[in-house]
């Protein structure tokens, strides 16, 4: 197995396995910590899923500025509205 297979193998077991610890979040805290941590873990899934399997390192400068522009501004605005 070459290294890029292994990498996007580990990348989608760990968003496999951050499924489940948000799941598993949902019976042991209060409505708003759990949103915040729901919203954490979906920020970081974003983040694999940007960096395995749309491959935005490799992207222009740009377009990667865009990106991350774009999860920040996404991710402040829902932080705002929970609070």
Not at 50 to 58: A, G, S, T
Not at 61 to 70: Q, V
């Amino acid at each position: 197995m070459n290294t890029s297979t292994l990498k996007t193998t580990l990348a989608w077991l760990t968003l496999c396995a951050t499924t489940l610890v948000s799941v598993g979040a949902s019976g042991s805290r209060s409505v708003g910590e759990l949103s915040a941590v729901v919203l954490a873990i979906a920020a970081f899934k974003v983040l694999l899923v940007m960096h395995y399997f749309m491959e935005v390192p490799q992207a222009a400068r740009l377009f990667r500025l865009a990106y991350y522009g774009w999860l920040a501004l996404v991710l402040a605005v829902l932080s705002f509205l929970l609070w």
